[in-house]
């Protein structure tokens, strides 16, 4: 089962490798991780998604819950919320087959955020089965480079995830 926390920590150096640290020191795996400060600038959000059943998934809040620099650790409920991942997928484009590679970029609602004579810079924002459709899509015309955001997530409706002092 993957399951998507989301943790506020304090926001200075040495964080997020404390909470990394402890990932590696229980074998636990990321498998994906996102981070950036929130609309308080002394708090960051940490955005992890493990692999893990119900139990792990609880040891792993727990054990976030024991580091001094963690505020609070929240579940994401999958079908009570919305995530995204941003890639950027730099392709080859010969001359003949850029028409084909900007309609591709349309289909997906993908933004071309930079073109060269010899590749094309391709943006995707999407869940995570959108971003890997388009890059499968995309592999057959050469891709030169592709970086990914790791997956962003939000609670639908009115529920927040905010520090305690809120």
């Known amino acids: ?24 020191r229980r074998g636990f795996n990321i498998e994906s991780l996102a981070v950036g400060p929130t609309d308080n600038p002394e708090i960051s ?5 493990v692999d893990g059943d119900e ?14 620099d963690v505020i609070k650790v929240s579940f994401i409920e999958p079908e ?11 392709v080859n484009t010969e001359p003949e087959k850029r028409s084909e590679i900007i309609g591709i970029a349309e289909i997906f609602r ?23 459709a388009m890059e499968e899509i995309l592999r057959p015309f050469g891709i030169k480079e592709l970086v990914r955001t790791g997956i962003i997530a939000m609670n639908r409706g009115s529920k927040c995830i905010e520090s305690p002092e809120q």
């Open 45 to 49: 959000r940490m955005t992890i998604v």
């Open 110 to 132: 993908a933004n071309i955020i930079d073109v060269s004579r010899d590749s094309m810079i391709i943006e995707l924002t999407g869940d995570k089965d959108k971003v890997n």
């Open 1 to 24: 089962m993957k399951a998507t926390l989301a943790v506020l920590v304090e926001n200075h150096p040495g964080v997020l490798s404390r909470v990394a640290g402890l990932f590696a």
């Open 55 to 68: 139990r792990i998934i609880e040891q792993i809040k727990k054990q976030l819950n024991k580091l001094i």
């Open 80 to 90: 009570n919320s919305v995530s995204r991942e941003l890639v950027m997928i730099k």
